[in-house]
């Protein structure tokens, strides 16, 4: 554990292809169809953009073209009712899709006092749920601008992108007396060399060509998740009872063993009569 009279830390971790092992947002996409919004032709361009995200990253301009593009997407869409369905898709779609090495560093980081911080691209509305599903202590996420009939409107009020994301990381520090020179920080994507950056301990995880040189020539960590696995199958079959349980059970072993003494000293002096 670490000294807690020291400044408090922090693990950062980008989502996808980093946490997860697809896009957070284009994953929904069948449920956003079934759910009435978007159409067969929409599914199939998202399906291709998740194609080439996890073929070989997303560059800049890339992800531009796709901010720009999910943007026009969701205009109209009703904020209640995306995260309805998030909520309703959540374990089906992300929880298969989690990186059991992920799931293990966020773990030993919480093991170790740190606060755990998913800093994603994605909207909020998807990214707060599955932060709530890693156990993330806090969650930075794009925002989208929501009208007074409850919709989007197709603007972005915040977007978690690029330097932008540093500035969060920054601006966390700041609030939670975080000393970013003893922080963790984790992504896969070169836009995020300045959140990687910003802190004393980056890593490049599953990392695109870019971000591989960067890091060689930084001589950052580089860490290869290949693992996706269910939350639930992470849990060993006997875990430790609660305290409670375990206290019941020393009792009824007590019992038994005091039993089992008094039976034995009553047949010794049965037999000795």
Known sequence: ???HSLPRTAAFFDLDKTVIAKSSTL?????????????????LRTAYAQFVFLAGGADH??????????????RG?????????????????????????AASLIEEHHTAGRDVVIVSTSGAEVVEPIGELLGADRVVATRMVVGDDGCFTGEV???AYGPTK???????AESEGYDLSRCYAYSDSATDVPMLESVGNPHAV????ALRREALSRGWPILDFHRPVRLKQRI?????PPRPALVAVAAIGAAAATAGLVWYANRRRTTAA
């Open 1 to 3: 554990m670490e000294n």
């Open 61 to 74: 301009d890339q992800m531009e073209r796709m901010r720009a593009y999910l943007s026009a997407l969701c």
């Open 157 to 159: 009020e915040y977007y």
């Open 27 to 43: 994953t929904f996409s069948k449920s956003f169809y079934q759910g009435g919004l978007i159409n067969r032709r929409a599914v």
């Open 236 to 240: 060993p079959a006997f875990s430790v």
């Open 206 to 209: 599953n990392p695109d060509r």
């Open 166 to 172: 540093a500035e969060a990381v920054r601006e966390l």
């Open 77 to 101: 869409w009703n904020v209640e009712q995306v995260k309805e369905i998030v909520a309703e898709t959540l374990h089906d779609l992300i929880d298969p899709i989690i990186y059991d090495e």
